[in-house]
C-alpha cells in the first residue's frame, strides 16, 4: 500500500519511526490528488504552500528528537465553511467566493497546536443546504466508487477526498446528517458529536441549534483521536458544553458483552433499499454474535422529523444568513442604483437556488400570523423528538439504524424534486434535533459495490460508547478496509 492509502494512526507510526517524513507525506498526498482529482473534484481550494511549511516544521520537531502528537505531520482536509485565518473560505457560495477570514476556527487552531498540516478546503452543498454537493456553486463532486454517482453531501468533498485517499482525514459540519450520510456513501467513517462538544466558533452558521463539526476518518480509531484533539470546552461558543474531554481513543476496547442495543421499529420503513435493510440486518446479527443484546424499540415522533427539521434549520438560516448583504464583506453586486438595490441584487446573484429556498421558506415559518402554526410548533415536535430519545436510552444504550434508506444515487435522481432530496436524510435528522451523538461507519457493500453506511447512535456525551460499539463492529467487520479503485 502507499502511503497515501494509510489511516493516521499508521502514518503518525510511520512519522515517529522516521520511515517517512512529514513533507514526504505532503507531497505524496499532492501527487495523489493531482492524479485523481480531475475524476474526483473533492476540493475548492489546495493550500500547498502552507502545508510544506507546516510538514517542516514537524520534521524539524522530529530531527531535535522531540516526541510529536498523534495528528504532527498528518495531512487533513477541511470543509470548506470552517475559517482559517488568511486562506479562502467559500462555503461552496459566489457570496464567499473571495473571502478570507481574519481568525481561525476553534478547531483550526486545536489542530494547527497539534501539528497537523491542511491539505485544503473541500467542496460541500452550497451553505451546507443538500445532500448530495449538487447544491455547490462551484464544481460537482464525484463518488470514488462509482463516478456516475453523488458522494452525498453537505461534506461531500471531506467524505470523498479521504475515501479517494486524497486525505489521511478530514472535518465536515453536520446540521441534519451532512457528515454521516456523505461518509455512508463514500465508505468512510464519520462522527456527529454531542451538540456541545465540539466549538462551533469559526464555523460559518447554518442553523445554529444543530449545527456541528466532526471527523471524517478511514476508521474509528482515527475519529477518537481527531475528536480527542478537537472536542472540548470552548468559551468562545456560549453553546459549547463546560465539561471534561475524556480521551476517546482509550473507550476502543473490542468489547460489547452486555451492551444494550436499541433497534428502532420506525427506521425500518417503505422506500428501503433492500440490499441496506440486508446489510443493517447482518451487522445487528454479528454485534449480537459478538456479545450485544438487542432489543426492539420505538421512537414513535420519527415521522415529524423531516417536517420538523426542514422548518426549524430554514427558520435559522434565514436569520444566519441575513448578514450576506454586500455591505461588509462578500460578494457586492457592480451596478445597483441605490441601497436598497445593493442589497438586493447583491443577494440574488450571490445565493444559489436552494439557498434562497430555503431562505423564503425560514422567512415564511418566522413570519407573524405563521410562527405559531409552523415555528412554534415545530419546537414543540423537537422536544417530543429528544423525549422518544430519552425514554429509549432508559432500556437501552445505543441505538442501531442505517444511515440513509439508500446507497449513493446518481447525478441529477433527486434534483428536479427537492422533497425526494429531503427525505433522503430521513435516518439522520432526528438526532440533531435531540442534540444527540451518532457515528456512521462502514456496514456493507451492495452487489454492485457500493458502500452502505451503518449508524450508531448513543446518549448525549456518551461518544465512549459509541466508539467502543463502533469500533467492536468495524474490527469484527472489516468493511473499512476495502478502497475504491481510482487510476
Ligand atoms: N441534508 C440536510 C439539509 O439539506 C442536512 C445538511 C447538513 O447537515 N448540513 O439541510
Wanted: aromatic fraction near 8%; proline fraction near 5%.
Amino acid at each position: 500500500m502507499s502511503w497515501v492509502e494509510l489511516t493516521a494512526h499508521e502514518l503518525h507510526e510511520a512519522l515517529k519511526k522516521k520511515s517517512v517524513s512529514a513533507k514526504e507525506l505532503v507531497n505524496a498526498f499532492y501527487a495523489r490528488i493531482e492524479s485523481v482529482e480531475k475524476g474526483v473534484r473533492a476540493y475548492n481550494t489546495l493550500t500547498q504552500k502552507e502545508a510544506l511549511a507546516q510538514a517542516d516544521r514537524i520534521d524539524r520537531a522530529i530531527a531535535r528528537g522531540e516526541t510529536i502528537g498523534p495528528l504532527a505531520g498528518i495531512p487533513i482536509a477541511l470543509k470548506d465553511n470552517l475559517c482559517i485565518e488568511g486562506i479562502r473560505t467559500t462555503c461552496s457560495s459566489k457570496i464567499l467566493d473571495n473571502y478570507r477570514p481574519p481568525y481561525d476556527a476553534t478547531v483550526v487552531s486545536h489542530l494547527k497546536k497539534a501539528g497537523a498540516v491542511f491539505l485544503g478546503k473541500t467542496n460541500m452543498d452550497e451553505f451546507a443546504m443538500g445532500s448530495s454537493t449538487e447544491n455547490s456553486a462551484f464544481e460537482k463532486t464525484k463518488n470514488p466508487w462509482d463516478l456516475s454517482r453523488i458522494p452525498g453531501g453537505s461534506s461531500g468533498g471531506s467524505a470523498a477526498a479521504v475515501a479517494a485517499s486524497e486525505a489521511a482525514a478530514a472535518l465536515g459540519s453536520d446540521t441534519g446528517g451532512s457528515i454521516r450520510q456523505p461518509a455512508a456513501c463514500c465508505g468512510v467513517v464519520g462522527l456527529k458529536p454531542t451538540y456541545g462538544r465540539v466549538s462551533r466558533y469559526g464555523l460559518v452558521a447554518f442553523a445554529s441549534s444543530l449545527d456541528q463539526i466532526g471527523p471524517l476518518t478511514k476508521d474509528v480509531t482515527d475519529t477518537a483521536t481527531l475528536m480527542n484533539v478537537i472536542g472540548g470546552y470552548d468559551p468562545s461558543d456560549s453553546t459549547s458544553a463546560d465539561l471534561p474531554m475524556p480521551d476517546l481513543t482509550r473507550a476502543l476496547t473490542r468489547d460489547v458483552r452486555g451492551v444494550r442495543l436499541g433497534v428502532p421499529k420506525e427506521y425500518f420503513i417503505e422506500g428501503m433499499d433492500p440490499e441496506v435493510e440486508a446489510s443493517i440486518g447482518q451487522a445487528i446479527e454479528t454485534l449480537k454474535k459478538l456479545g450485544a443484546e438487542v432489543k426492539e424499540i420505538s421512537l414513535p415522533h420519527t415521522e415529524y422529523a423531516v417536517a420538523t427539521y426542514y422548518i426549524l434549520a430554514t427558520a435559522e438560516a434565514s436569520s444566519n444568513l441575513a448578514r450576506y448583504d454586500g455591505v461588509r464583506y462578500g460578494y457586492r453586486t457592480p451596478q445597483a442604483r441605490d441601497l436598497l438595490e445593493m442589497y438586493m441584487k447583491s443577494r440574488s446573484e450571490g445565493f444559489g437556488p436552494e439557498v434562497k429556498r430555503r431562505i423564503m421558506l425560514g422567512t415564511y415559518a418566522l413570519s407573524s400570523g405563521y410562527y405559531d402554526a409552523y415555528y412554534k410548533k415545530a419546537q414543540q415536535v423537537r422536544t417530543l423528538i429528544k423525549r422518544d430519545f430519552d425514554e429509549a436510552f432508559k432500556t437501552v444504550d445505543v441505538i442501531v439504524t442505517p444511515t440513509a434508506p439508500t446507497a449513493a444515487f446518481r447525478f441529477g435522481e433527486k434534483t428536479a424534486d427537492p422533497l425526494q432530496m429531503y427525505l433522503s436524510d430521513i435516518f439522520t435528522i432526528s438526532v440533531n434535533l435531540a442534540g444527540i451523538p451518532a457515528i456512521s461507519l462502514p456496514g456493507g457493500f451492495t452487489k454492485d459495490g457500493l458502500p452502505i453506511g451503518l449508524q450508531i447512535l448513543g446518549r448525549a456525551f456518551d461518544e465512549e460508547r459509541v466508539l467502543r460499539v463502533a469500533y467492536t463492529y468495524e474490527q469484527a467487520a472489516e468493511f473499512h478496509k476495502r478502497r475504491p479503485s481510482l487510476s
